[in-house]
């Protein structure tokens, strides 16, 4: 079983930072992707960056240039640097963790998502 705990978010005005992290543990031998999505009252949840084992990131377009995904493998945890925020980043935002829990995926490729770390950004 894995598991993913996300952190960081909180009340930050507009044109602030914020750092999300997102750590998952449990039977991981490898990790595939990380990415972030995000849930704002009353709409679906949505991607917001994609981070994968061979570094390609995705980003949302209306993300790009403020936001940044990166991953510390030995950790096997993620980061969502989140600057210039504006009120319509205001969501709850969760982890999703893609993994493989042996050499080669023989065992099968998985996923598994945190609980989510909301984020308000508001004056």
């Known amino acids: 079983q894995v598991q993913v705990v996300e952190s960081g978010g909180g009340l930050v005005q507009p044109g602030g930072s914020l750092r999300l992290s997102c750590a998952a543990s449990?039977?991981?031998?490898?990790?595939?992707?990380m990415g972030w999505y995000r849930q704002a009252p009353g709409k679906e949840r949505e991607a917001v960056a994609i981070?994968?084992?061979?570094?390609?990131?995705n980003y949302r377009d209306s993300v790009k240039g403020r936001f940044t995904i990166s991953m510390d493998s030995a950790k096997n945890t993620a980061y969502l640097q989140m600057n210039s925020l504006k009120p319509e980043d205001t969501a709850i935002y969760y982890c999703?963790?893609?993994?493989?829990?042996?050499?080669?995926?023989?065992?099968?490729?998985?996923?598994?998502w945190g609980q989510g770390t909301p984020v308000t950004v508001s004056s």
């Open positions: 449990g039977k991981i031998f490898s990790i595939n992707q």
């Open positions: 981070l994968d084992s061979r570094g390609t990131t």
């Open positions: 999703n963790v893609y993994y493989c829990t042996a050499y080669g995926c023989y065992e099968g490729a998985f996923d598994a």
